[in-house]
């Protein structure tokens, strides 16, 4: 019997391992969507700004332009940071990852490259731009996003907005005024670039010292609207794309620079259930009809397609992009800044 055992271990282990060489071999558009349609499902981890309807959306759009009738299940997500670490610890207990695809940053997906938990597909084969794939054909850039400190324009007067960075080291933000997010890769952003990692820890160190109101960025997000907080160090405008659609009085302190831009990457985690499925919907998030529904739904579009809303708004400013040769030291200072700020 336990010989019996083994021998099943060992088979659903060849065939997850046969699996993976497949999804990582297919080799045109019509041979993955083949692939896709045996699979059924996707299981998709993306922003919770995207929400059920723009998921709706999206996943009519996809089934349209491929012939399909995929069911696909989201995971909003609140909190990248814990979302990534929860698929390191199901890797390392050799279970298989809640999500087929995971539309996170690219520093998040930084931390998944380092520890090789992506699924490759040739993904410039199937038609993508090879300037946007990433992390050793992990990964594909779909959107960007930007990122500057945000405030409640009923609460703070215009004289008190920010116009650098170093603004937010002002002794009149002590107090439980300021709030910062679980996001601290924004942070380690400016020491990969324009500040160095001496300038930037320093700066992270004051910081500190003011008093925070630590959280995810949502949470901080109802507080901002409520009064609670008067700023949040660093904001997405995905939040101000929500705030501009409900009337909430939050907006970017849009005078500082350097300007951080996290990119939105589609990537299919390794020994993921439907990997094909998820490799052909990454694929999906970087056509015109995709690009079309993420904005809509989504409120970003890539700062690398001339033409483009976030293209046209990144023209003339100083802005921070991360590439990969930066994944780790990012990673590390993440984790360093987390600890700072008091996070763990």
Sequence with gaps: MRRFSFLLVNFAVLWLFVEQLHAASVASIEQLIAAAKKEGTLELLAPSTLGPQGTQALAAGFNKKYGLSIKVQYSPSNNMVGDVAKVVTQSAAGATPEWDVMVVTDAHHATLWLRKLHQPFDYAKL???????????GTIILANQFVYPAYNSKVLPPQDVPKRWEDLLDPKWKGGKLGMSTTTHHLARLAAGAWGEKKTTEFVKALAKQELVLGTMGALYTRLQTGEIVMIATLTDSYINTAKKSGAPIVHAERIEPVI??????????????????ALFALFLTTSEGQKLWEEYGGQSSAFIPGTTAYKYAQGKKVLYMTPEQAEMIDRLSTDYGKILGFQ
């Design 127 to 137: 038609g993508v731009n090879p300037h946007w794939v990433q992390y050793d054909n």
């Design 261 to 278: 831009s996290p990119a939105y990457n589609a990537g299919v985690v390794k020994g993921a259930a439907h990997p094909n499925v998820g």
